[in-house]
T-cell receptor, first 113, second 108 residues
Framework: DAGVIQSPRHEVTEMGQEVTLRCKPI?????LFWYRQTMMRGLELLIY????????DSGMPEDRFSAKMPNASFSTLKIQPSEPRDSAVYFC???????????FGDGTRLSIL | RKEVEQDPGPFNVPEGATVAFNCTYS??????FFWYRQDCRKEPKLLMS???SGNEDGRFTAQLNRASQYISLLIRDSKLSDSATYLC?????????FGAGTTVTVRA
C-alpha cells in the first residue's frame, strides 16, 4: 500500500525564494497534517485539514506560510518569502480521522541559505 | 503548559534490560493515545496505540493511567535496534499533540 508521499525530499534554496512542499495523503484518509521539526523546537503542528477544510492553523508561524488542500489527494505548504530560520524538516501526515493514528511521509528537508 | 510532556532522557540501558518511561498529558478530555518511534533523520512511525485496559505488542507494553493522566511504555529484553526516540501522543477527539520525545539508547 502506498503511504504518504511527500515531494521534494530535499530542497535547498536562497532566502527570499518561494518554496512549495507537496503531499499526497493515504487514499481514504480524511485528515491531513503539516508538521515542522527542528532540533531546538521538536515536532510542531503547523496546520491540519479535515475533509479538505483547514481546521486549525494556529501553528502557522506567520503570514509567509500558507497551506492548501484543493482535493482529498493533494496538499501544499508554501513559504513566501523564505528565510534561513525556516530551515527544518517538514512532515506531512494523514489519518482516518483527527484523533486516529497518523501516518507520516518521509519528510522534506528544507535548507534556506 | 504543554499538552503532552515527556522526560527527554536519555535512557541508556544494556542489551536485554527492561526500560520504562512515562508521558503526562494535561487535557483530562484526552481520549486517544499512541506511542511512536523516531529514528535519527527519519519520520515518526507508529509503534502502538494505547488502550484503556493496557496492551502489549511483543516486547512492548503500554499502559494508561487516567487518574494521574499519564501513559507509559515498557520495553522488555531491549535490543540494539530499540535505540530511538519515542514520542508520546495524546489528546481529545478534535486534536492530538505530540510530546518532545524520550531518547533510548541500548548498548551492547
Amino acid at each position: 500500500d502506498a503511504g504518504v508521499i511527500q515531494s521534494p525530499r530535499h530542497e535547498v534554496t536562497e532566502m527570499g525564494q518561494e518554496v512549495t512542499l507537496r503531499c499526497k495523503p493515504i487514499s481514504g484518509h480524511n485528515s491531513l497534517f503539516w508538521y515542522r521539526q527542528t532540533m531546538m523546537r521538536g515536532l510542531e503542528l503547523l496546520i491540519y485539514f479535515n475533509n479538505n477544510v483547514p481546521i486549525d492553523d494556529s501553528g502557522m508561524p506567520e503570514d509567509r506560510f500558507s497551506a492548501k488542500m484543493p482535493n482529498a489527494s493533494f496538499s501544499t505548504l508554501k513559504i513566501q518569502p523564505s528565510e534561513p530560520r525556516d530551515s527544518a524538516v517538514y512532515f506531512c501526515a494523514s489519518s482516518l480521522g483527527v484523533a486516529s493514528a497518523q501516518h507520516f511521509g518521509d519528510g522534506t528537508r528544507l535548507s534556506i541559505l | 503548559r504543554k499538552e503532552v510532556e515527556q522526560d527527554p532522557g536519555p535512557f541508556n540501558v544494556p542489551e536485554g534490560a527492561t526500560v520504562a518511561f512515562n508521558c503526562t498529558y494535561s487535557n483530562s478530555a484526552s481520549q486517544s493515545f499512541f506511542w511512536y518511534r523516531q529514528d535519527c533523520r527519519k519520520e515518526p512511525k507508529l509503534l502502538m496505540s494505547v488502550y484503556s485496559s493496557g496492551n502489549e505488542d511483543g516486547r512492548f507494553t503500554a499502559q494508561l493511567n487516567r487518574a494521574s493522566q499519564y501513559i507509559s511504555l515498557l520495553i522488555r529484553d531491549s535490543k540494539l535496534s530499540d535505540s530511538a526516540t519515542y514520542l508520546c501522543v495524546g489528546g481529545p477527539d478534535y486534536k492530538l499533540s505530540f510530546g518532545a520525545g524520550t531518547t533510548v539508547t541500548v548498548r551492547a
